[in-house]
């Protein structure tokens, strides 16, 4: 599958889906105060529900693979629809249900499973500096000492995980682009990347971004030996004078992982008592353990399910138990089969980078309310994607035949 195969609504579908992936990052919050007290107005809102849209609309003029993956992301439609059908949503505007934001989730985003990956590593690349940038021209992240820098989104969390994505598509490009340009822009975007997740504290988030760079380190220096070691040499000439300067952050990082602070116990309290409330729940009322109280239903019926033992009192930070307590056992099984499905065709295929990826992902949304998480949909879809293959790396001609061509990160 080339570029030249590419239709132009399959172009403009993942035009639409890196536009709206790249203003969810300045979406939730209208403002946000500098910590030089300045405060930065943005306007754009919900702007990215536009491009969502769009990709909707295109999504159904794109041939489906019409295979097991496709199959069970329907069949999680259905019974998010079932769910809902047994206990619908609270209130008239469809437009705030959880349902809604689930299922559209689902839809728009599906046909990165089958879209052409080259094109998607392309249009990311070139935005990236625009996803990137902005958070050190409008504001100074490193300004914030021991207080999580949540970017515009406002939560550090989802920037570490949309971040990685990032990076992990970004260099895709740049290891296979023959363009000095692409790889400039890339390689900027990339190292710009990288402080923005630190500054966040997002234990996950770090964690996935050691993983992502430990494989991109591997793949640069199989790829050149002397600009590895070159790379490798500026990073530890410049590692004392960044552990001076960013001593705050490294100090504050050591202390979240170590989880002595009274925060993070909190932290981890709430949703442990969240998961807790949500199979005491199921274990006194096993109807439910089907279909759940309905998708975006946890914060709508807590006085009805206080009596049952959910004493929480917010949404669940864990996704798997989320989806577990809102269309029950049935939508975990098809939820967490998606992401067996991209972990077993990644493993085959030995794309190790985006393995990576994947589970961390799958870390995130550990502590996370994502089920209607649109970079997780993004991400999930992006790495289940038929066509991975075609995304190559070409070697030297005079190594050995088996290596001419080798899939990225083998």
């Keep these: 599958m080339s570029n030249s195969n590419s239709s132009l609504a399959e172009k403009i579908y993942i035009g639409a889906v890196v536009v709206a992936m790249g203003l969810l990052f300045y979406a939730n919050s209208e403002s946000i105060k500098s910590p030089e007290g300045a ?54 505007n469809y437009l705030t249900w959880g349902l809604t934001r689930f299922v559209m989730g689902l839809l728009c985003f599906r046909k990165l499973h089958v879209v052409n990956p080259a094109i998607v590593i392309k249009y990311f690349l070139w935005a990236s500096p625009i996803i990137v940038l902005p958070h050190y021209v409008l504001t100074n992240p490193f300004g914030y000492g021991a207080y999580r820098y949540a970017g515009f989104y406002g939560d550090p969390n989802f920037l570490a995980l949309g971040l990685n994505f990032l990076i992990a598509v970004t260099y895709m490009q740049v290891a296979r682009t023959e363009s000095r340009i692409e790889k400039i822009i890339g390689c900027i975007s990339i190292i710009a990347a990288i402080p923005l997740i630190l500054v966040g504290v997002s234990r996950g988030g770090i964690l996935g971004l050691i993983m992502i760079m430990s494989v991109i380190a591997l793949n640069v220096r199989k790829r050149s030996k002397k600009f590895f070691y070159v790379l490798a040499f500026a990073t530890l000439a410049s590692s004392g004078t960044m552990a001076v300067r960013f001593s705050d952050t490294f100090a504050f990082i050591e202390h979240r992982f170590s989880n002595e602070s009274e925060s993070d116990q909190v932290s981890t309290d709430v949703r442990m008592r969240g998961i807790k409330g949500c199979l005491t729940v199921l274990s006194n009322k096993p109807e439910l353990i089907p279909f759940g109280i309905g998708v975006g239903n946890t914060m709508a019926t807590m006085a009805e399910y206080r009596q049952y033992g959910y004493v929480h009192q917010a949404d669940l930070h864990s996704t798997y138990f989320s989806v577990l307590y809102e269309m029950g056992i049935f939508g975990l099984f098809f939820y967490l089969t998606l992401f067996w499905k991209a972990y077993k065709s990644l493993r085959h295929k030995r794309f190790y980078l985006l393995l990576c990826l994947l589970c961390a992902d799958m870390l995130s949304l550990l502590t996370l309310p994502g089920a209607s998480f649109m970079p997780g949909w993004i991400l999930l879809f992006f790495v289940s994607n038929i066509y991975l293959d075609d995304v190559q790396l070409t070697v030297n001609s005079n190594e050995d035949e088996n290596s001419n061509l080798i899939h990225l990160y083998r």
């Design 39 to 92: 405060v930065v107005e943005l306007g754009i809102g919900k702007a990215f529900y536009f491009p969502c849209g769009i990709a909707l609309v295109l999504s159904f003029f794109i041939k489906s693979a019409n295979d097991s993956f496709e199959k069970n992301v329907n069949i999680l439609v259905a019974v998010a629809l079932m769910s809902s059908l047994f206990h619908p949503p609270h209130g008239s």
